[in-house]
Structure formats: C-alpha cells, structure tokens
C-alpha cells in the first residue's frame, strides 16, 4: 500500500509543517515516508506545496506528480492539481479558500471550511492541520496514536505549548 | 539498542553526520539549494568545538578548508554547482598538496547560474575535471537521506587514507527531501596525520604542504606517484548497487535521486514481464567497472538514465569496452524524469531487440 500526497496553498499557511506532520505519522507506524518540498524562489504569500510519500515499500521517486490524496488550500493551487489527482483518489479542499467545486466525477472532493474553523475555535492559523484530521478520518493511512506522537515530534520544542492545539485541530477536523 | 529514527533533510543530516565523523572545520558560503547544510553548521558546530565560518566567497572557503586540511583537521565545504566551479582552483591545489577534506556538491541546473532545481550535469565535472592538472578526487553518488549521512563518514576516512580530496554528489532533490534516518555512534578516534604541518615543538623536521614543482621531472615524478595511488583506490574503493541484475536483459544504470526513479521503473518492467534490473554506481570515480560489467552479463542492452545530457553514459560505454548497445534517456535544467518515461523506454529498447 503506498499513499501518495499533495498539500499545497499559500507560504504561511503551514503546507509544508502539515506534510511533515503526515511524514511523521506515517514513520510512527514504522513505514515508509518520504516528504519533498517544492523550494523555488517562494516566499510568504507566494505558492507552496509540498510530496509526502507513505508506504510500505522502499520509495522511488519522492517527487509526487499523480497523488491519490490532495489538500488545497487556495484557488491557484487547487486549479494546479485537481486535474492531476489519481482515479478513485480524494481531494480536502479548504472551502473557505476556494469557493469552486469540482467537476470530476472520479474522484471524492470533500469541501471543508478549515480555515474559518481554526478560527472559530480560537485556533487561528491551523487550518492546515484542520484538513490533515478530516483527511485521517476519511483514509485512515495513520493510526490515532501515531498521529499524537507525530504531532508531538513535528512541533519544535520552543512551541511546546502548541502541541495540544494542534491535537484539538485534528479532533475538529476528524468530527467535521 | 534501537537507534531512534528521525526526519531530516538532506542537506542537514550531512551536516550532521560530518560533525559525527569528526569535522571540526566548515567554510561555505550559502546557495540554494543547499544552504540548509551551512544553516545547521553555524547552530552546532560551535558546540562540538569546531569552527564554522561563512566565508566572504567560495574560494575563500575552500583555501580555508586547504588550510585547516594542512593543520591535520577534518574540513569541509558545501555548495551547489556555480559555487562549486569556483572553488575548482582550491581542489587542485588540495590534489597537488595530497590534502584530504570533502566537498559536497548538490548540484542544480547548469550551466551558468542555470536554476535551482535538481540536475546531474557535474558529472563530468566531479570525475573528470575538478580543476587544473592530473588528479582525481573520490566522488560518492548518495540516493537517499541515510546513505548520505553513512557516505559523509566513509569519504572522510577514505579521503584521509588515500590523503585526497573527496566529493559528495548530491543534487537539489536528496538535499531538499526528508527521510528517516538513524546516525551511527560517533567516532573516538581519527587516523594519525605525521604529515600534517600543526607544530612541531622543536621535536621533528618541519612539515612543508605544498603543490609547487618547478622542476619537470620532479613534478613529474610526485604526480606519477599520486597516479601509483590512483590505481589502488581504483582497485579497492568502487562501489554499486546492483537490483534484479542477474537475469536482467536490460540493465538501467542510473545514480543517486534518478536511481530511486528508474528503480520504480524497473519494478514496473518487471511487472509487465520485461527482464529489467538496475546498476546504481555508488561511486563515481571510481567508476565501478567491475560491478557493471557483472550486472550486464546477461543484458542485451544497457539504457543510462541522467538528469543530464548524457555524461555517465561516456564511463558505462568504457567500461563495456562499447560490447553492447547502450542507450541513453535524460532529463536537464531541473527537470526530473518521470518512472513513465523510463518504462517508456525500457520498452522501447525491449521491443526493438
């Protein structure tokens, strides 16, 4: 079973730490990961995205040009790679961000409005991390504890104090 | 004991790993992509006792690398292609000066200042002309984040063994990327440096490093000796991976990130029912010859894969002394292949047989 992923939106809206919070659950549960970020001349504002690869075999290219799971989360990305997006994959697209549906009657889309949740909940800023817990509920690629301890790993030591935020952004994410 | 695994990019698990195996001197001066590499230096190398030092440009730090070599410390420099043609003088003068030290080089789009996306194209650069005069230095092909954290260990004692420079070749995507990686318990103790010019109390001659011969035949004679070394390195030190190889009909050579690429081809191959493996040289120079001529002894063909204009492709053809027909696929200016195209042409080369 291999899981190849895209996250992308804005610099700023914490696409890459979303990736890396995925890479990391995917190692918890002692398998494969890989994650790549695109690096060209981006800075906040400009686009960002990010590959994250989790399987159970030795990973090939880290470089994920068909995902069978999207994130978007703004319009410029979500026009970039809703098109690319596996037969039979899911995309999380965050529907404050990006107020276009999707088309394609081959994939599931799940329109969730993550960004104005994390604000609502006085958790501004993590509606990236909003998406990965819908993302969890609707694939379950990582386990519930290794998503903790992946959490617990990917936010740096200096921001200790957020890591119970980030928690309660998956709960919000997972039960939307 | 279990060795925790964590995530680190490329870029910072080398420079991780070459404080481990001892570094105690850095010089860079940053380039994308991989000024992440110099980042982690100026946090840690103060803290085990070493010296980082962004340097005012590329040949100032690769002649402080010479200098800290000289004194008998284990030195490094890091930069991506542009960077790394600047410091071609030093690394002659460090060959000429039998100076070990290692030079990473991840590589982006050429020539010029090219881009900043992934490229192999120092290829030729790294084995065949890392500067002026008759040298070579060791040159590892690293494919993922934990063999370059392993390589960085293994080009520092190879370099101070054989007292040359070594090259690690990476390029934009490995330095970038994160995988889990465990680091080996480090190192007590580094080889003896009788040579090394670091003082000498009154009790020994005076240790003279230096790369100056005006006179022919005794130039001659030192670069002679130097090449008598060469063809031990080249006896001792290549290094490949070979995959599914044995009953391969056709052999992909491919290294570093394009490896990981055209070993997801060569399992698609595979899957089709096309007898494909894969030769992934770990080292460069030495080219491993012997390695390749093994995993083709079954090939009806051989397709080089590059992220480059077709340089590698030169060697795989030596080494086979052209007894084969060796095809070749690449990408150039950043751009990676894609495991489709490879298939592709895998195919191509199956069905044209």
């Known amino acids: ?35 790549l970020p695109s690096y060209g001349p981006e800075m906040r504002g400009g686009t960002a995205n990010c590959s994250v690869c989790i399987s159970d075999e030795p990973i090939g290219s880290p470089l994920v040009l068909e995902p069978d799971l999207l994130i978007a989360m703004n319009l410029p990305s979500y026009n970039k790679f809703i098109g690319a997006v596996k037969p039979g994959g899911k995309a999380f697209i965050d529907s404050t961000m990006v107020d276009e549906k999707c088309q394609r009657d081959d994939i599931d889309c799940f329109y969730i409005p993550a960004t104005q949740l994390a604000l609502e909940n006085n958790l501004n800023g993590m509606g990236n991390i909003v998406l990965i817990g819908k993302l969890l509920k609707e694939t379950g690629i990582i386990s519930s504890e290794a998503i903790k301890k992946a959490v617990e790993k990917s936010v740096p030591p200096t921001k200790a104090n957020l890591i119970e935020a980030n928690l309660k952004a998956i709960e919000i994410g997972m039960k939307y | 004991m279990v060795l925790e695994r964590n995530l680190m990019k490329g870029n910072e698990a080398l420079a991780e ?220 030190e290549s290094d490949a991976e070979s995959y599914l190889a044995d009953d391969a009909e056709i052999v992909v050579v491919a290294y570093g990130a394009t490896a990981r690429v055209a070993k997801s081809a060569v399992n698609s191959a595979r899957a089709a029912g096309i007898k494909a493996g894969l030769l992934r040289p770990k080292t460069l120079w030495p080219f491993p010859e012997k390695q390749l001529k093994e995993a083709c002894k079954n090939a009806k063909a051989v397709l080089c894969v590059e992220m480059s204009m077709g340089q590698m492709v030169d060697d795989v053809k030596l080494a086979l002394s052209c007894s084969k027909p060796v095809h070749f696929f690449g990408r150039t200016g950043g751009v990676v292949p894609k495991p489709s195209e490879i298939l592709e042409e895998i195919k191509k080369i199956g069905g044209a047989r």
């Open chain 2, 17 to 236: 790993a070459a404080i481990r195996a001892g570094c105690r001197g850095f010089f860079g001066y940053p380039i994308t992509p991989q000024t992440e590499l110099s980042a982690y230096m100026a946090k840690k190398m103060a803290k085990a006792g070493g010296v980082f030092l962004q340097a005012e440009s590329e040949i100032a730090a690769i002649n402080m690398v010479l200098g800290a070599a000289a004194s008998g410390v284990r030195a490094m420099t890091s930069s991506s292609s542009p960077g790394v043609s600047l410091k071609a003088e030093g690394i002659s003068y460090m060959a000429g000066s039998d100076l070990p030290c290692v030079i990473i080089n991840v590589q982006r789009g050429g020539p010029g200042l090219g881009g900043i996306q992934p490229s192999q194209a120092d290829y030729w650069q790294a084995t065949r002309a890392m500067g002026h005069g008759d040298f070579h230095i060791l040159v590892y092909a690293p494919c993922s984040v934990q063999e370059m954290v392993d390589m960085v260990s293994k080009a520092f004692d190879t370099a101070d063994k054989y007292r040359m420079p070594a090259m690690i070749l990476a390029d934009g995507l490995l330095g970038q990327m994160m995988e889990p990686v465990t680091f080996p318990e480090i190192k007590a103790k580094q080889p003896e440096k009788p040579w090394a010019a670091n003082g000498h109390g009154g009790k020994r001659n005076h240790n003279i490093i230096n790369s100056l011969y005006l006179k022919p035949e005794v130039l001659q004679k030192s670069v002679l000796e130097r090449f008598e070394r060469y063809e031990k390195v080249k006896m001792e």
């Open chain 1, 1 to 35: 079973m291999t899981n190849e992923i895209i996250l992308a939106g804005f610099g700023g809206q914490g696409i890459l730490f979303a990736g890396k919070v995925l890479a990391y659950g995917g190692l918890m549960d002692e398998r494969e990961v890989s994650w």
